[in-house]
């Protein structure tokens, strides 16, 4: 199948349609990144890494910093590390399990600090109460100053920004799964603030998708 022909919607990390719209997205986050991620050298930790495509495909365009990629499913960290090997990057750790509902999964990490972490694609297919482990993940990792990028599709104040946005709601709706369907900025907010993290930037990205830019204050 080519990378452009959209197979059937699966939130699984390995599946055709994850592959897919990674393809279309990574190229777009990667320049934001060029733009946004420290120039000096630094450590970046992604939070739900999936396959791994992402990660190990920006690594190597970031030589001064280090890349940690995650997940709460040891199943894909297989296909991270083949895809590393591919890559050939040097630049990226093992994977590690880190589970956002599940904070001492986080002991792994502690400790250290990163001057950003991003997460790509994780809202429509899980529970909007993983922003509170998430923002409370982020909040115990993040230097100051640090930055949290969250890329995907939302509502914004309840409201949807385009129609393809609400076909795709409906159609995740449709499948029955409770937690499957697109969030809202203000409620993923709501989490960043009880960790007093704050929201910088809403920033449009191609298809209908944001990256929400959340920063830890500097104290
Ligand atoms: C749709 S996939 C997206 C993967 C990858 N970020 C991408 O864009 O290709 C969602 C990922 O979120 C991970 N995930 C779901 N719940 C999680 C949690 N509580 N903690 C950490 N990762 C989680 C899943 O294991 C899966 O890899």
């Known amino acids: 199948m080519s990378p452009l022909e959209k197979p059937p919607l699966d939130p699984h990390p390995l599946s055709p349609y994850v ?102 694609n994780i809202f429509q297919v899980a529970p909007i109460s993983i922003a509170d482990g998430m923002m409370k993940c982020a909040a115990s990792l993040l230097r100051n100053g640090g930055s949290l990028f969250i890329y995907g599709p939302f509502k914004v104040d309840g409201k949807y920004t385009t129609t393809s946005n609400e076909e795709f709601d409906k159609k995740l709706i449709s499948y029955g799964v409770p937690e499957w369907g697109l969030k809202d900025i203000a409620d993923i907010t709501l989490s960043a603030q009880k960790y007093r993290l704050n929201l910088k930037e809403k920033i449009d990205m191609p298809s209908n998708n944001f990256t929400l830019l959340y920063e830890q204050p500097q104290r």
Request: with cysteine; hydrophobic share 40%.
């Open 19 to 120: 592959a897919w719209a990674g393809a279309l997205n990574r190229n777009s986050i990667l320049e934001l990144f060029k733009e946004r991620l420290p120039k000096n050298p630094g450590e970046v930790l992604e939070l739900a890494s999936g396959s791994g495509m992402h990660i190990n495909y920006f690594a190597n365009h970031f030589q001064q910093l280090n890349f940690q990629p995650s997940d709460q499913n040891e199943e894909v960290f297989e296909n991270i590390r083949q895809l590393n090997q591919k890559a050939e990057a040097k630049n990226v750790y093992p994977p590690i399990k880190l589970d956002l509902t599940q904070p001492s999964t986080w002991s792994s990490v502690a400790g250290k600090k990163f001057d950003a972490i991003f997460c790509i």
